[in-house]
């Protein structure tokens, strides 16, 4: 049988309920999420429980990552699921404030990463994201002061961009990148996966299908530019209209030209339809 977590929902209620998980020296890790919750947040979880004693996973739909043009209004939200899931793997607590929470009345600041949150990628589409990101990463990290915090890989530019925050501000969290866990055909786990069509379903795993065949290619010293346009080809060929598709150095986010500049990770962000999906892959 599994325990039901304990859930917060006030920064007092929050900081009572870490008191006592904290005793005895625990070390603590948190999952942050906007619930929605799929296989690939269930392997976040699983990963913190290997590397902490206690685990809370956070349940926040952050209205100032989205644009007014954007899905805020429409984004899944499964509570019922999500909490039955969480107890499922044993999770501590859930931190589930609400807008007024996170957000209450005069709240007037925001964080603006730099660094790989100008990369020229996400930020070119979205700009108002990785601000809403930092702020309120920020404000999770400081409210629940966990020794780690895991991150999926799926979101690489925001693993980036939260990694160079919590060094920069010296939030004392260690942040944990967790691999993308992906469907039977290579689509990437994702809450906004429900948006697509039967006919787009069908179509979406060619985005990894193109990661993987890139990433091939370069692994087997394949001139850089030829094998990003045959990259570009494939995807645009399946009916997506393509926001970018780069070859990155992995670490900095910053332009690669050729195979001897270091890691690298090709990233990539299409829409089919109205359904935007993002993907990446180390090569
Ligand atoms: O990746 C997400 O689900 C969100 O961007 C995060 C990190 C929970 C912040 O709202």
């Known amino acids: 049988m599994s325990r039901s977590p304990m859930i917060a929902r006030t920064v007092p209620a929050l900081h009572r309920t ?20 799929h296989d ?10 290997r590397r902490a004693s206690r685990v809370v996973v956070s349940i926040f739909v952050n209205p ?49 990463p730099e660094g790989a949150a100008t990369a020229n990628l996400e ?10 990101v930092a702020t309120v990463v920020g404000k999770l990290f400081t409210q629940v002061r966990p020794n780690l915090a895991i991150f999926g890989e799926k979101d690489f530019q925001q693993l980036r961009v939260v990694t160079q925050m ?7 969290v260690k942040v944990v990148g967790s691999p993308t866990v992906r469907e039977r055909d290579g689509l990437a786990m994702s809450s906004r996966n429900v948006y697509l069509s039967p006919e787009e379903r ?19 010293g394949d001139d850089v530019a030829a094998t990003m346009a045959g990259g570009v080809e494939m995807i645009v060929a399946a009916g997506f209209v393509l926001d970018y598709f780069e070859v990155r ?6 332009p690669v030209g050729a195979r001897g500049d270091g890691p690298m990770r090709i990233l990539v962000a299409a829409r089919l339809g109205n359904t935007r999906l993002i993907d990446n892959i180390a090569v």
């Open 202 to 220: 069908l179509k979406a795993p060619v985005l990894y299908r193109a990661l993987k065949e890139s990433a091939r290619r370069l692994r087997a």
């Open 18 to 37: 870490l008191d006592r998980l904290r005793a005895r020296k625990a070390t603590v890790a948190l999952v942050p999420t906007m619930g929605a919750l």
């Open 166 to 172: 919590a060094r920069d501000l010296d939030l004392g």
């Open 123 to 132: 930020d070119r589409f979205r700009p108002h994201f990785f601000g809403g």
């Open 249 to 254: 150095h992995a670490g900095t986010l910053a």
């Open 64 to 112: 100032t990552q989205f644009a007014p043009t954007e899905d805020f209004g429409s984004y899944p939200r499964t509570w019922k699921s999500d909490a039955a899931r969480l107890a499922a793997e044993g999770v501590d607590l859930i931190w589930n404030p609400d807008a007024g929470t996170m957000y209450p009345d005069g709240f007037a600041t925001r964080i603006v």
């Open 40 to 49: 690939g947040h269930v392997s976040l979880v699983r990963l913190a429980r």
